[in-house]
């Protein structure tokens, strides 16, 4: 239920995102989606994926302050992928 919800606000941010341009307010929904979901699975990860996971939000982060807004949603929904790709 949870990935359903989470799912759900990243492809309506991708699709704001596609019909609009990417903006600040999309690369933070798509980050705090993120961030969201490695607090919830950072219990049960292992170190190479929990640091992969930071590493792509702190790029994430680091490019919202460079307004380049596309690349980091690009690199928080990345990250999301991650975490959600665990769980298969």
Known sequence: MCFAAVGCVLGIATLSS???GPSAGGAL???RVAQQ???LAKPALGYPLLNEAESLLIQARSTLKERRYEESILAAR???QRLVD???
């Open 18 to 20: 596609v019909r609009t």
């Open 29 to 31: 929904v798509a980050i």
């Open 37 to 39: 979901e490695l607090l």
């Open 78 to 80: 990345k990250a999301y």
């Open 86 to 88: 665990r769980n298969e």
